[in-house]
């Protein structure tokens, strides 16, 4: 992207923090003490094995893939948030290459702030999809459990329309812009034909199952392929 899109370091620090306000999925820290953060792919080349074995020791569940799938759903979730809310509400897109993870959880931090203005992208949905899908198919480089390329691609479509739709009931003055930017970014990249929106809001159906049904007392998930 060029380099006279580029936002403040300013900007970008002030637009993470205000947004960072709607929850804990668009919580994306700035700057700090580096100690106990690495930087993401670090976890990605290790198969996100920790939060994947997380996930199937909560549940109890003995199916790797299932871990593996709910923890990169979550994850794609906290790399959406954010990146919608800055653009939609302060006509930024952060730049999340160095991003980085806490040692001990699921937090996510910037170490130095930086992003493009909106308004002078000239592809605005391809920006965000190369920010977000781009550490996602890092992501699923590592992973050392077989499973569908397309169900993980699924699971990103899934958690932009949920990360949408929790912004939007924080600020329903973005419903006409949030859902023309949710549509566009359905149909690039890998998230095409993943699923689509049923109607004038942001219910989705996806074309693929994340596995949730398969961990014990776990059930279909409202977009999922196999329900109605």
Known sequence: MSGSARATTAAVAAALHDV??????????????????????QSYARGFADMAGA?????????????VSIAQLGHAARLWSPALACTLLHGIV????????????????????????????????????????GLLGAFESGLGVKIAPRLLDGNAASALVGSAAVLLAARPNLRAPLIRLTTELLGTGRLAGTGHLTGPGLAFRRRSCCLYYRLPGGGKCGDCCLTG
């Open 20 to 41: 960072a306000a709607l929850g804990g999925f668009f919580a994306l820290r700035v700057a700090g003490p580096g100690r106990g953060w690495h930087p993401v792919r």
């Open 55 to 67: 996930v199937t020791a909560r549940y109890g569940t003995r199916e790797p893939r299932v871990g």
């Open 94 to 133: 952060p730049d999340l290459t160095e991003v980085q993870r806490a040692d001990d959880g699921q937090d996510l931090r910037l170490p130095r702030p930086a992003g493009w203005r909106a308004d002078r992208l000239p592809h605005l949905a391809g920006a965000l999809n190369e920010q977000v899908m």
